[in-house]
């Protein structure tokens, strides 16, 4: 049997398409390569540059999940004390910031409610005034303490997130190493309650696009025609074995 001309023309076609395509791909890699080279020629990171590229074609959505997920990545880094010497990017702090959700009921079981629980703390006497006014006092007139260490920072950090406090009250300045040893010492607290992992820690959920109203009546009534048209069809097959039986 002599095989179709048109059919055999046609697959040497597209053999001929994707060996030029290959051979395109290759001219393109050597030429990406080449352009590599001349970069690094000049002293640039020729992977650096590739990471622009690839963020300069990410879509709005898509660019902000991957600052998110460096935001993450450093905050998982500074909970195991692994920033060394980088404090937290703008995008970490501001996820470490945002109010984190609450239990309603705060006292554990079998222990009294706490004394301020649902009211105002009680206003300082005159006397909580004279003994504040006299540790100041005796503060002012202290010798000067030495300047924090990199472990005090961390020790500070976890003090501050311990007390509650927000991650923004940092107090060292950026460039200075105990900026990053507090960050840690936050982190690391923040994220040692045995609870269950803390809200800024988890990643971000994909929210799912709304179903159009119109589109799901349309949906569920193709699905009823569709049930009814096996159902006739089911009938007719009946109809026609009844009259093969003799």
């Not at 980088?86 to 996820?95: M, S, V």
């Not at 923040?190 to 609870?195: A, C, Q, R, Y």
């Not at 929210?207 to 025609?225: L, M, Q, R, S, Y």
């Amino acid at each position: 049997m002599i095989p179709n001309i048109g059919s055999t023309q046609a697959l040497r076609d597209f053999i001929d398409d994707l060996e030029a395509n290959d051979a395109e791909r290759t001219r393109l890699k050597d030429l990406r390569k080449h352009i590599h080279e001349r970069a690094e020629a000049m002293g640039f990171d020729a992977a650096a540059l590739e990471g622009v590229v690839k963020l300069r074609a990410m879509d709005p959505v898509a660019r902000a999940r991957a600052v998110d997920r460096r935001a993450l990545i450093e905050i998982y880094a500074a909970s195991v004390g692994s920033l060394d010497g980088t404090p937290l990017g703008d995008a970490a702090r501001q996820r470490l910031s945002r109010p984190q959700p609450q239990p309603k009921d705060r006292d554990r079981p079998g222990e009294p409610p706490h004394p301020f629980a649902g009211a105002a703390p009680p206003e300082p006497s005159e006397a909580d005034a004279d003994t504040q006014a006299d540790a100041d006092t005796q503060a002012d007139a202290a010798p000067e303490r030495p300047p924090a260490t990199v472990a005090d920072a961390r020790d500070q950090g976890a003090a501050a997130a311990t007390a509650g406090q927000s991650i923004l009250v940092n107090p060292y300045i950026a460039g200075d190493p105990r900026r990053a040893a507090w960050d840690e010492g936050w982190c690391e607290t923040s994220g040692s309650d045995g609870m269950e992992i803390p809200a800024a820690w988890r990643r971000a959920e994909k929210k799912k696009p709304p179903v159009d109203a119109n589109e799901g009546e349309a949906a569920d009534d193709e699905a009823g025609n569709e049930d009814r048209d096996s159902s006739d069809g089911d009938g007719e097959d009946d109809d026609n074995d009844e009259g093969d039986e003799p």
